[in-house]
């Protein structure tokens, strides 16, 4: 069954942008694959959202023994979807066939706890092939379709998949509120996901930049990163806003600024050089750009300052 996913596009969302997120999200769900897609590699890694929201069986389990054709496990608890018994068979050996240069094999160690994304195999419709197979299932997207515990510390992965999956079953104009409501959150999964999807659907407006400038004190150089490219969709979109709403968001340009100039990472620093390049107004960070261009110790982020000086 499909399901309707969105995202947030701050307070007062419109209803075109409303209608918008919820077509592109719609877009983006599916119901199961055949074998031969499940097979597949992925164009590009999926967040933890959406491989929830696509997976028809998200379950808790601890693997019995992975050395046989299938996979068996236990199932510890169903997180999203119903389990059709206490036990499953899972086809992951195929994907070995066919990963990439540099990936792992994929492997079940026994006793080992995972959180995996299913969907059913598909099978002949005949009724003792559905009945017999009914508890096969393979992982959503290969490889990425299962997450390892931890053997200390797993509750903040599990919170969170817990807390997407419940997410997941909202309506459209509930799961935009929610994903936003999750810049708030402490758990790094969930901040990773809300930023993405936002960040996939462009419905981030000036009401987030609050919350996304806070994020640029992360230690985590992908999140700061990531609420980067979130704000220069918002500084790209200000276009059309008049001269009081800039005003307004200044603030959010001198800490992204701040970024470009001293952030540790250096691709952090690129990412902030192509926000400050996205700000409406040239003559407002034009000096800022010439002096990145002319003095940042990488080559990376002096191209993307002279690239922006360039296209401006």
Not at 5 to 18: E, H, Q, V
Not at 233 to 261: H, K, N, P, Y
Request: aromatic fraction near 6%; charged fraction near 25%.
């Amino acid at each position: 069954m499909r399901r309707r996913l969105s995202a947030r596009r701050g307070a007062g969302p419109s209803p075109a942008r409303k209608i918008l997120a919820g077509v592109l999200l719609l877009a983006s769900t599916g119901g199961s694959l055949s074998v031969h897609a499940q097979l597949g590699p992925p164009t590009e890694p999926l967040n933890l959202f959406q491989l929830i929201a696509r997976a028809d069986l998200v379950a808790l389990v601890k693997v019995r023994d992975g050395s046989l054709k299938y996979a068996l496990v236990d199932v510890i608890q169903t997180l999203k979807g119903t389990a059709p018994g206490p036990h499953l068979k899972i086809a992951f050996r195929d994907f070995n066939f066919s990963r990439g240069p540099g990936e792992d094999t994929i492997v079940f160690p026994a006793g080992a706890q995972e959180i995996l994304f299913l969907v059913p195999v598909k099978t002949s419709r005949r009724k003792k092939d559905l009945e017999k197979f009914k508890n096969l299932f393979t992982l959503y997207q290969g490889r990425q379709g299962r997450i390892s515990l931890p053997a200390e510390g797993p509750e903040i992965i599990l919170e969170a998949v817990h807390r997407l999956a419940e997410i997941t079953q909202f309506d459209a104009a509930r799961q935009i509120e929610a994903l936003t409501a999750l810049l708030d959150s402490p758990n790094p999964y969930l901040l990773e996901s809300s930023l993405s999807e936002i960040e996939r659907l462009r419905v981030a407006d000036t009401f987030l930049l609050e919350k996304l400038v806070l994020l640029l004190g992360s230690p985590s150089p992908p999140l700061r990163g990531r609420s980067l490219r979130v704000i220069t969709q918002v500084f790209g979109s200000a276009r059309t806003t008049g001269d009081e709403a800039l005003d307004e968001t200044r603030g959010a340009l001198a800490a992204v600024v701040e970024r470009a100039r001293n952030d540790p990472d250096e691709s952090v620093r690129v990412q902030a050089v192509t926000a400050v390049a996205a700000w409406p107004r040239r003559k407002d960070v034009e000096g800022d750009l010439r002096a990145i261009a002319g003095t940042d110790q990488a080559q990376a982020v002096r191209y993307e300052a002279e690239r922006a000086l360039f296209r401006r």
